[in-house]
């Protein structure tokens, strides 16, 4: 399988039980020599990966826009960069810095942090901007991972690459089951299991996007023929076999908690019945990110036409992307009842969205998923085409915040719809504090939020913002930019807020990217200018996306100025 040829959207064959057997049998025999290997020698393999995955990376996105019925000239073939081969170069550059100043130290370097802590003593990194050109490409941007109550300043580097502090570390097998809508998912996953937990991987891909699997062998074509790597193509079936394979000794799963919880517990009244007596039927590690019903804040404030249109722009961008299938699309905006300008934000949103076009309802369900929360009725406003391949953007506007089992707060709609509810509040300090809560105790998941604030209204209530901030139960914070940022950034951390068990999983459990490999993260936070020029890439608004993914990506593969430039070029014409 090491020696495939990437080919246009045509998926591989499905596998049978002897060729499964087959691979993870190759993989047990490996693993140890896997944990085992010189720091040196898998540092020159992840930068041959890095090396491998730019050279498919134009390739893979023209077949994923194929997939997706993107045509190949439109600024909407950005969002396959940027969801793709950027993010997982980026990851993999960053990454191996760090794997560099544990072989040139022997524990990684945190000469370039900004630590503090909290009034309760909570340690927090600064990790972004880390270098000059964090500065130039994201200009007001910053980034904190915030730690577990045991991670303190003096003791940060002895919870920092723990699988490499261990001297004679084991091996194991880690079957990782891909996600079905972003690039990069798989990819990073197995990065991740690699090179931060030290296991070997077999990759199943989902099938809703299992035309990247010829990519993916092709840029770790290495590691699949040291049987480091293999890779499994199928359906529920093929899942169902490695899962409860003897020979698979983790499980890492990005998609839904009801997958996660056949995986642990079953199907029908018998899982049912066993998630109720929480006896599982694994004592498999399983690790997971399992999305979320994405909450925005709207702090109210004095906001120019201006400020308004470049957020309903914002808004629109987080649940457009990707058709809407995200596990971070924007779900729910929380406004003030009171704020004067409410009204006027959401008709900004309102034609943003009648602009936006449609796009090709491209994952299961979609469809059955629309249906179940526009049948809530005269609440649901939608925009643009509804046919057979298409559905419109749709918001379920002024939805009670005392309904509490509102679908819209309980449910990932995992398409493109979003909901706005107004919760009363005496001023904006209470707003703060009831935001706060209200995401906390009644919308599902924890995966990610976002807070847009102006700059004025942050200065004037900066103690309030920063409680909110810290009060937030979620693994990634973006203050007025989507999520989507901490996702990308490779230097943050990616997954739920701690604390979840297996009977109660919403986000999941565990984290991947976190590049600087932080043993103990809370959380995320990464804060951004309110208002940003060039207009950001991931606005779907923005008419040179394609163009600017693809420079973007070939700088994230080696920095230089001339790149730089580059990206400036196309970021301008946006």
């Not at 004679?168 to 089951?177: I, M, N």
């Not at 105790?441 to 004037?460: D, F, R």
């Not at 693994?475 to 989507?482: P, Y």
């Not at 008419?543 to 420079?551: A, D, L, S, V």
């Amino acid at each position: 399988m090491a020696q495939a040829t990437p080919e246009e959207t045509v998926p591989p064959e499905l596998d049978n039980e002897k060729a499964l057997d087959q691979r993870l049998q190759t993989l047990q025999d490996n693993k140890q020599s896997w944990a085992a290997l010189p720091l040196a020698e898998k540092i020159a393999m992840a930068k041959r990966l890095l090396e491998n995955s730019a050279k498919v990376a134009r390739r893979q996105v023209m077949s994923a826009a194929r997939a997706k019925s993107i045509p190949l000239d439109s600024p909407l073939v950005g969002e396959e960069w940027l969801g793709g081969p950027t993010i997982v170069i980026r990851n993999l550059r960053l990454l191996i810095e760090t794997l560099e100043e544990l072989e040139s130290s022997g524990a990684p370097s945190t000469d370039d942090f900004t630590i503090k802590t909290t009034p309760e003593g909570q340690t927090i990194v600064k990790v972004f901007p880390a270098s000059h050109w964090d500065k130039l490409l994201f200009t007001g941007f910053t980034a904190e991972v915030w730690m577990e109550d045991e991670v303190r300043p003096d003791n940060l580097t002895e919870n920092m690459a723990g699988f490499y502090r261990d001297p004679d570390p084991v091996g194991k097998v880690a079957l990782v089951l891909g996600a079905g809508n972003v690039a990069s998912i798989g990819t990073l996953d197995v990065v991740y299991k690699l090179f931060a937990e030290g296991q070997v991987c077999i990759l199943k891909m989902n099938p809703v996007n299992d035309y990247l699997g010829p990519f993916i062998e092709a840029a770790f074509a290495e590691f699949i023929d040291r049987g480091f790597v293999q890779m499994a193509y199928g359906g529920v079936d093929v899942g169902a076999y490695l899962c409860s394979h003897d020979l698979v000794e983790e499980i890492h799963i990005t998609g839904s908690d009801r997958t996660h919880d056949a995986i642990v517990y079953g199907v029908g009244e018998e899982g049912q019945a066993r998630k109720e007596r929480d006896e599982p039927r694994t004592n498999k590690r399983i690790t997971s990110e399992l999305g979320n019903v994405s909450p925005v804040i709207i702090v109210p404030g004095k906001w120019s036409d201006s400020d308004l249109r470049f957020h309903a722009e914002n808004l629109a961008s987080q649940i457009a992307n990707n058709g809407g299938f995200n596990c971070n699309a924007a779900r729910v905006i929380i406004t003030h009842e009171g704020w004067d300008q409410r009204q006027d934000f959401l008709g900004h949103l309102r034609s943003v969205l009648a602009e936006i076009a449609p796009r090709d309802a491209y994952y299961p369900g979609a469809s059955e998923r629309f249906e179940k929360f526009v049948q809530y009725g005269d609440k649901a406003e939608s925009f643009g085409l509804h046919d057979e391949d298409h559905l419109p953007w749709t918001v379920l506007f002024d939805i009670d915040p005392e309904d509490t089992s509102h679908i819209c707060f309980t449910t990932e709609a995992f398409c493109g719809v979003k909901c706005e509810t107004a919760l009363p509040a005496s001023d904006t300090a209470e707003f703060l504090r009831r935001a706060a809560e209200f995401c906390n105790e009644n919308i599902w998941g924890t995966l990610s939020a976002s807070i847009i604030v102006a700059p004025k209204t942050a200065s004037t209530f900066s103690e309030e913002v920063e409680e909110a901030i810290a009060t937030l139960r979620y693994g990634s914070i973006v203050i007025n930019h989507w999520p989507a940022l901490s996702y990308g950034l490779g230097v943050t951390t990616w997954g739920a807020f701690p604390g979840h068990t297996y009977q109660d999983i919403q986000s999941g459990i565990g984290v991947v990217h976190n590049t600087h490999l932080f043993d103990s993260p809370q959380k995320s936070v990464v804060r951004g200018p309110f208002r940003v020029f060039p207009k950001p890439a991931w606005f779907v608004t923005n008419k040179n996306t394609h163009r600017i993914g693809e420079q973007l990506t070939r700088f994230e593969e080696n920095p230089s100025f001339l790149r730089f430039v580059r990206v400036v070029k196309e970021a301008v014409k946006g």
